[in-house]
Nanobody
């Protein structure tokens, strides 16, 4: 079993900043890609950013230049630094990770966190 636990969400004014963290724990042999997604009320879940275990990143156009994804492989943790926040960034943010759980089986499974609310409002 693998658990992903997000933290760092909250209420922030437009133009403000927040830093989200997501720590993976459990039966982890290795982790490949990690990422952040978000879902606003009435909308589908959408990609925010992803990062490979080698540090290559990918961002949604709507957050480029404002958000930064990073990871600490020793801690099995992924971060999302969010700056210049806008009301449109309001959503539940979810992290995910592609995890190898068995040393003799070269297969990765995708796990999701429970989500953390980010609200941008004055």
């Amino acid at each position: 079993q693998v658990q992903l636990v997000e933290s760092g969400g909250g209420l922030v004014q437009p133009g403000g900043s927040l830093r989200l963290s997501c720590a993976a724990s459990g039966s982890i042999v290795s982790i490949n890609d990690m990422g952040w997604y978000r879902q606003a009320p009435g909308k589908q879940r959408e990609l925010v950013a992803t990062i490979t275990n080698g540090g290559f990143t990918n961002y949604a156009d709507s957050v480029k230049g404002r958000f930064t994804i990073s990871r600490d492989n020793a801690k099995n943790t992924v971060y999302l630094e969010m700056n210049s926040l806008k009301p449109d960034d309001t959503a539940v943010y979810y992290c995910n990770a592609d995890v190898r759980t068995r040393p003799l089986v070269a297969r990765f499974y995708t796990y999701w966190g429970q989500g953390t609310q980010v609200t941008v409002s004055s």
